[in-house]
């Protein structure tokens, strides 16, 4: 596709990314004094490895549809900082936009919207436990089109407590939709506190190999050498009729001291000088949005 | 009073089953989910003739509801079943975010509504759905009154861009309408005119409503019978219109008096030309088991109960 932007990047190149994309979560959370900065700055190198290396899309030219582009989905759509700013990043919109998240007639809505038409989102998120179930459906779209492109989607490890997400973990497994890699950001933190505490997921691997998943365990999902890598093994393990699982452990608030292996950044914003603190352990690397 | 005739009586559902396997020919789009009921959402034939195009979800309504979200992005329509209890009430969250607020273009078939679906009682017997459904911003609502309507509501929603929710249920009644009908969505349809009163009806209350019609003839009342098979968009030209001349209402549903077709027409009435009015429907009660002819007479949703409703409405004139 020569629509297609070029993605490839060497690993320098996407660690500043990275770096310059965690600068834009905790200003936008500050900004607003809302959001949620601790899940979005541990899926960073996630979110920068599939979009600047993994994917293959069109941010040009962003249509619903997206025949013949990889699609991801959000479904613990709280983490929208890291998502919105890697879409402007990426040249879905103006990086300048981002000062206007979770603020009155913005199309960056505190949780993800197609509602706005923000070009790059493809469903709305933020009650949890949907973003499985629609990821599937494009997915199983993908082959009756028959598409060679692949479909990701993220989901929270809290989020595993919903039920209708192993409604879809069941239906994925038994329909062999083998063109999806879901990945769960495992930081073992929840809104109440460490998830082990709030409600344990037992042995998540054992309950994905179970429904019949195809599991892929990583230990670093801050390192992004080992994202790339996860990710392009994960790609390996598509079209074996089987549904891929990547469990991807995180540290919440990766990136800025005070913030990291707590629950409590979950949820809140750093006033002035945390973010002034912040942002001295974060390189400007591609240039703020203004 | 204008005579309906009718040389069978079939079910609603059917016609929606039919309408589906017209429409998979039709439209290479069109893709079928389904939560475990084929049988008695009448999706079989569908099944048989696209099986690439139809899904098996088992009893997993949410996760049917995600999946037929995700399956409009590549533009497919996607048409899910299952009775109209679980199609709304367990699944609202999910219709909210992953399909009305999103602006999914997936039809949401809903069998066994009302009453009506009889022995197996109030569990399954949601009398609350159009309400659900109609307070969702975009959500187009219809509850078609026969086979033929069914069957041409259904071709009609796949060319309609956006949500749909289509309510049809599971006895035998007389198919009355024109087959190969021209279905409007949001287009009421008039079956008599009247200057007495204006009796609007929806579903399987609209045969009713003719039926009382007919009886209200007996005793000289000269009844404007109105079909709102959809609920919204309201027709509220037609509706507005009717009433000008009648000055007085009946509304006629097999729902809740709370949030269904009376409810948007009172809303109507109230921001338009208040007029006296009266609800034939379920008085806040839930369902009990029964065949659907005790039930429908036990809740009040008979011939005879729109007769007396016009009777009383005609006094408050």
């Known amino acids: 596709m020569e629509q297609m932007v070029e993605t490839k990047k060497d690993l320098k190149e996407l660690k500043r990314i990275a770096s310059q994309v965690r600068r834009d979560i905790v200003r936008m959370v500050h900004c607003c004094n809302s959001g949620h900065p601790g899940g979005s700055l541990g899926c960073t190198e996630y979110f920068v490895a599939l979009y600047f290396q993994i994917m293959k899309y069109n941010p040009k030219k962003f249509d619903m549809n997206g025949i013949n582009e990889d699609l991801f989905f959000l479904s613990n759509g709280h983490i929208s900082p890291v998502w919105y700013s890697v879409l402007a990043r990426a040249g879905y919109f103006d990086?300048?936009?981002?000062g206007t998240f979770r603020k009155i007639?913005?199309?960056?809505?505190?949780?993800?919207?197609?509602?706005?038409?923000?070009p790059g989102v493809r469903i709305a998120s933020g009650s949890l436990g949907q973003g499985l179930s629609a990821a599937i459906g494009a997915a199983q779209v993908k082959k009756i089109n028959k598409e060679d492109k692949l479909v990701y989607v993220l989901m929270g490890d809290g989020e595993q407590q919903e039920g209708q997400v192993w409604e879809a973990a069941m239906y994925a497994a038994h329909h062999k939709v083998d063109n999806l890699i879901a990945t769960i950001d495992y930081n073992g933190q929840q809104i109440d506190g460490p998830v082990d505490k709030v409600m344990s997921l037992g042995?998540?691997?054992?309950?994905?190999?179970?429904?019949?998943?195809?599991?892929?365990?990583?230990?670093?999902?801050?390192d992004m050498e080992a994202v790339l890598n996860t990710l392009e093994k994960a790609k390996s393990l598509t079209g074996k009729k089987q549904p891929v699982m990547i469990l991807m452990k995180t540290e919440m608030g990766y990136g800025v001291d005070f913030m990291m292996g707590s629950h409590k950044w979950h949820g809140v914003a750093p006033n002035d000088d945390q973010l002034k603190t912040a942002l001295t352990q974060l390189e400007e690397t591609l240039g703020d949005y203004k | 009073m204008k005579k309906y005739t009718f040389?069978?009586?079939?079910?609603?559902?059917?016609?929606?089953?039919?309408?589906?396997?017209?429409?998979?020919?039709?439209?290479?789009?069109?893709?079928?989910?389904?939560?475990?009921?084929?049988?008695?959402?009448k999706m079989g034939d569908f099944q048989k003739e696209f099986p690439d195009r139809f899904f098996q979800v088992g009893i997993a309504e949410a996760n049917m509801i995600g999946l037929a979200a995700g399956m409009t992005i590549g533009g497919k329509i996607p048409f899910t079943g299952t009775f109209a209890n679980f199609s709304t009430g367990r699944v609202y969250d999910q219709i909210r975010q992953s399909i009305a607020y999103s602006g999914k273009n997936v039809k949401i078939c809903a069998s066994h509504s009302g009453v009506t679906l009889g022995e197996d009682g109030a569990t399954h017997q949601i009398l609350e759905d159009i309400g659900m459904m109609k307070m969702l911003p975009h959500m187009t609502v219809i509850n078609t009154c026969d086979y033929n309507q069914t069957k041409a509501a259904t071709l009609a929603i796949a060319d309609h861009h956006g949500p749909v929710y289509l309510r049809f249920g599971r006895p035998v009644l007389p198919n009355f309408t024109p087959k190969d009908q021209k279905f409007e969505i949001g287009k009421a349809v008039m079956l008599n005119e009247g200057k007495d009163v204006s009796?609007?009806?929806?579903?399987?209350?609209?045969?009713?409503?003719?039926?009382?019609?007919?009886?209200?003839?007996?005793?000289?009342?000269?009844?404007?019978?109105?079909?709102?098979?959809?609920?919204?968009?309201?027709?509220?030209?037609?509706?507005?219109?009717?009433?000008?001349?009648?000055?007085c209402v009946v509304s006629a549903e097999e729902h809740q008096i709370n949030g269904g077709l009376g409810d948007s027409i009172a809303s109507l009435l109230a921001r338009n030309t208040p007029l006296p009015m009266e609800m034939v429907a379920v008085k806040d009660s839930f369902g009990e088991s029964g065949t659907p002819d005790e039930l429908m007479k036990k809740y009040g949703l008979k011939a005879e109960n729109i007769v007396e409703a016009v009777l009383k409405v005609i006094k408050r004139v």
Request: aromatic fraction near 4%; charged fraction near 25%.
């Open chain 2, 199 to 247: 009796i609007f009806a929806t579903g399987h209350l609209v045969w009713e409503a003719i039926l009382a019609g007919e009886m209200l003839e007996t005793k000289g009342i000269d009844a404007e019978i109105i079909n709102i098979h959809t609920i919204k968009p309201l027709d509220e030209q037609a509706i507005l219109k009717s009433v000008a001349k009648t000055k």
């Open chain 1, 203 to 222: 042995d998540l691997a054992g309950k994905y190999k179970a429904f019949g998943w195809n599991v892929i365990e990583m230990e670093k999902g801050n």
């Open chain 2, 7 to 41: 040389t069978e009586k079939l079910d609603t559902r059917s016609g929606f089953g039919a309408g589906l396997t017209e429409l998979g020919k039709k439209n290479p789009n069109v893709v079928g989910l389904c939560a475990d009921l084929i049988g008695s959402l």
């Open chain 1, 105 to 118: 007639n913005s199309r960056l809505q505190g949780h993800p919207t197609t509602h706005e038409h923000l």
């Open chain 1, 95 to 98: 990086v300048n936009e981002l």
